[in-house]
């Protein structure tokens, strides 16, 4: 199987960097890919470290793309992502990937249009405004949305992340849903057409843009807006409600969405009362047939640490959110389904 050249570098530094015996004799577990659950996972390898000295991870955040062609040639012994492997992957593949969910957040829709902290949006309106529709806060369809509220003749400025990441394709996919010209424009594609708007380079990027322009719109990783300080708003739900962003209800629409048994599965516009509609799933992938016995069983070991509690409570206290209970549950059988 040939590879683009870019992979073939990206490859060689994993295999070079990772090495499989640390210096102090612990096996050392490689993982790569996602960078949004990257504090979590950096937490829950720290604190496993008291559990078991004799394994140790090293894991870079790469970005859901590589973590996904590195787990799928065998580069590494876990790959991360926000985006599930696609059929189409894994007909390419010669093994067998399991993907299993961690923990859960949204996209957060965050403004700058000071004196106005309770405003409301839906995801047809927000379409129209990144494809240069609507264009002030004053617009019809904003009052309509906001009928307690008197809106100014304010000028909105979209802003979107500059590269391609599996935030701006979640929330590509939400609008999608709900505007039949976004989705004409921008369905299925990974670089996504911008009419309108501001780059931003990264998260980093998105907040200092959202700060310092007035009158902007824009979308974060939850916690990481929470940590920004930015302002959010309360997104229409299928239920017709007007949800702010939380782990409340982000754990509502996870406990209301139907989970396959492959785990692969978006977690938009869940059916919940108070269910947040764009939340964000994000998996770690696992060979289901472990090719190196005691790696295999380390690395199980520790997923049963994760999903029995001990992780899932880490994950909260950095505001991410933890699976349902019967997710858990699934997701444990699955993990005693592993062959060595």
């Known amino acids: ?33 996602a960078s949004f659950p990257q504090p979590v996972y950096t937490r829950w390898f720290e604190r496993y470290s008291r559990v078991d000295a004799s394994v140790r991870f090293d894991y870079t955040g790469s970005g859901s793309f590589a973590g996904r062609d590195l787990i799928l040639h065998g580069a590494v012994d876990f790959g991360a992502s926000d985006l599930a492997i696609s059929d189409a992957e894994f007909a390419k593949s010669p093994r067998t990937i399991w993907q299993i969910p961690t923990v859960l957040s949204a996209v957060a829709i965050c403004h700058n249009l000071k004196g106005y902290p309770n405003l409301r949006i839906d995801a047809p309106t927000l379409a129209a405004i990144y494809l240069g529709k609507i264009t002030h806060w004053n617009d019809p369809a904003l009052a309509a949305l906001n009928p307690s509220l008197t809106l100014p003749d304010r000028p909105i400025v979209p802003v979107h992340l ?23 424009k921008n369905g299925g594609k990974i670089s996504l057409d911008w009419p ?46 007007f949800v702010f962003p939380s782990p409340a209800t982000v ?10 048994d492959d785990f692969r599965f978006l977690l938009l516009n869940a059916s919940g009362e108070q269910a947040y509609p764009i939340g964000i799933v994000t998996w770690l992938m696992i060979d289901a047939h472990q090719a190196d016995p005691a790696k295999g069983r380390k690395l199980v070991e520790f997923l ?34 592993i062959k060595f």
């Open 251 to 260: 754990a509502e629409a996870a406990a209301t969405y139907p989970v396959p």
């Open 1 to 33: 199987m040939s590879f683009p050249l870019f992979m073939k570098k990206l490859l060689l530094v994993a295999l070079l960097a990772l090495p499989f015996v640390a210096a102090g004799g612990e096996l050392v577990l490689t993982g790569a890919g």
């Open 304 to 337: 049963k640490w994760v999903y029995k509690g001990d992780g899932e409570k880490l994950a909260t206290t950095l505001g991410f959110v933890p699976l349902p209970e019967n997710v858990r549950k699934q997701v444990l059988a699955r993990l005693h389904q």
């Open 196 to 241: 309108v708007g501001v780059d931003g380079v990264g998260n980093a990027g998105a907040i200092k843009v959202l700060r310092e322009t007035p009158n902007s719109i824009g979308y974060l990783e939850l916690s990481v807006a929470k940590r920004s300080g930015v302002r959010l708003l309360a997104v229409k739900n299928p239920a017709g409600q």
């Open 162 to 184: 500059t590269e391609s990441g599996t935030l701006t394709d979640i929330f590509s996919n939400w609008l999608c849903a709900a505007s039949p010209e976004w989705k004409a």
